[in-house]
């Protein structure tokens, strides 16, 4: 079955420095897709990135970098320079295809990430 | 605004009592979920919906139902058989099969 682990439970740091949340998956399937998505305390998850599993490129939006290693089923997240408003819970997680031909989400456990002043 | 709202933000009810929450998506989305979130945990999947009049048990649907008779809602009752229903709902919606899935803003349940 689809698997992701992360293993850091919580990560605390403080403002300006860079922080790296890890991601180890696994699948079965031969195409898939990756995510990311945000937490803050209000509770509601909002979307940060999707990787496929053939774009092996890593990208960056801003703060926000992603490096995706298919070589050792890897999907870390980078936030570089943090910032309070990054305090929150962050999933990854990843497509898993049903015998109905739906993908549905398997997330990981999630990191908690403190960002002090 | 397009979005996903659910309702109420904060539930109590006692035990035994069956008790319905809210989802409801103005995205024009095809499908959507339900998730279950507990403290330290990822979320789980209970139901998911691809069309209107049809839905499919996720990994954990055992006390719960739900129904889609209109495209933009998906409520989702929790059952007095649910045997531990203390926890953060969590409704999403996607394009046709997904993958890429947009939440609300999560109803917290307190069973009493």
């Known amino acids: 079955a689809q698997k992701v682990t992360q293993a850091q439970t919580e990560i605390s740091v403080v403002e300006k420095e860079d922080v790296t949340l890890d991601c180890v998956y696994e699948?079965?399937?031969?195409?898939?897709?990756l995510f990311w998505y945000k937490q803050p305390p209000s509770g509601e998850l909002v979307f940060l990135i999707r990787?496929?599993?053939?774009?092996?490129q890593n990208e960056i939006s801003g703060r926000y970098s992603w490096n995706f290693q298919k070589s050792t089923s890897s999907f870390n997240f980078t936030i570089t320079a943090s910032q309070v408003v990054d305090s929150a819970v962050y999933f990854c997680a990843l497509s898993e295809a049903m015998n109905t031909g739906f993908q549905k989400l398997v997330f990981g456990t999630g990191t908690r990430l403190l960002v002090s002043p | 605004d397009g979005g996903i709202t659910q309702s109420p933000k904060y539930l109590f009810r006692k035990e035994g009592q069956n008790v319905t929450l809210s989802c409801e998506q103005n995205l024009n989305h095809d499908a959507m979920y339900w998730y279950r979130q507990d403290p330290g945990q990822g979320l789980r999947l209970i139901y998911y919906s691809q069309i209107v009049n049809d839905f499919q048990k996720g990994d954990i649907a055992e006390g719960y139902s739900v129904s889609r008779e209109k495209k933009e809602s998906f409520p989702l009752t929790v059952t007095s058989a649910q045997k531990n229903p203390t926890a953060f709902y969590l409704c999403a919606s996607s394009i046709e099969r997904g993958p890429e899935q947009f939440f609300g803003p999560g109803t917290r349940l307190t069973v009493l």
């Open positions: 699948t079965r399937d031969t195409t898939y897709y």
């Open positions: 990787r496929n599993s053939f774009d092996e």
